[in-house]
């Protein structure tokens, strides 16, 4: 018997599906619950800092003004349960928000915030390619000479390899494609800001690429299709096993697919005795 499709895909899914089909099986068809990770909300508060300092007047975009916007992030996601359910103690919430503060001064050292003209933040986006539904959100949509369209996506941990560098830019080249769809504009250059270093990956959208990023999504939509069609989600081993906090009922580790629907029941959650994972938000 086989699972239902799910209706739509974000970037990021398509990435989970390529890095683990079970993984991707729990977290986006099954929807288990994971306890909150500090590093995933930490990416959560920079990002919210970042779009408050870019809804503000471009001459008081200022650090100053970041680390202010900074503080009301973290007031307005406060009861925000991937906050609230943290468990620091009050050292490792002085270090989670010291990290966080570091993060947003080394946004400054990327690009001067004044000189950006932004006309989307954390834009919503929905578009369908070939037979395929996608959506995500694009941290900043702007403007820049002649009118152009620019991509920008922050990022806050760590900054890939060469060898993944290709893989991180599909997700952004992806957005350019539903950019493009929805506006009839291609934008002329996809950005990733990696604030940890600091430093920018950025690409050039072309006939190529959005091309090649058009087939490997129907590719990878067609496997996802057969995998729910058969119900076949089988765990791919790899390096990022270490933090996955779905071992429990990983046959790789001796789990039992079966029982993750457990987590299911009101005020269950994964409790995994693993470091959870180092988020690349």
């Not at 499709?5 to 619950?33: E, I």
């Not at 779009?51 to 406060?78: K, N, Q, S, V």
Request: charged share 25%.
């Amino acid at each position: 018997m086989g699972v239902g499709l799910p209706r739509g895909l974000s970037p990021s899914s398509f990435g989970a599906f390529k890095s683990c089909p079970l993984a991707f099986k729990f977290s986006y068809l099954d929807k288990l619950p994971q306890p909150p990770s500090p590093a995933a909300s930490k990416g959560t508060l920079v990002h919210r800092a970042l779009e408050l300092l870019m809804l503000r007047d471009a001459p008081a975009r200022t650090i100053e003004a970041a680390l202010t916007d900074l503080g009301r992030a973290r007031a307005d996601l406060a009861e925000d349960p991937d906050f609230a359910d943290l468990d620091l103690s009050a050292a490792e919430w002085d270090t989670f928000h010291a990290e966080a503060e570091h993060l947003v001064h080394r946004y400054f050292e990327l690009e001067d915030p004044t000189t950006v003209r932004p006309i989307g933040l954390e834009l919503r986006l929905a578009a369908t390619v070939g037979s395929v539904h996608l959506r995500g959100i694009i941290d900043r949509l702007e403007l820049v000479e002649d009118d152009e369209l620019v991509i920008t996506d922050y990022k806050t941990g760590s900054v890939p390899g060469e060898r993944h560098e290709l893989q991180r830019l599909a997700g952004v080249h992806m957005y350019a494609l539903m950019v493009e769809q929805l506006l009839g504009k291609r934008p002329i250059r996809v950005q990733l800001l990696y604030l940890s270093r600091p430093e920018a990956i950025i690409a050039i959208p072309s006939d190529q690429t959005v091309t090649g990023v058009a087939r490997k999504t129907q590719a990878l939509w067609n496997a996802i299709q057969s995998s729910c069609a058969r119900d076949d989600f089988r765990p791919r081993p790899g390096p990022l096993c270490e933090w996955c906090t779905y071992q429990a009922y990983c046959p790789a580790f001796g789990g039992d697919p079966e029982m993750a629907p457990e987590l299911r029941g009101p005020g269950t959650m994964i409790s995994p005795t693993l470091p959870l994972a180092t988020s690349s938000a």
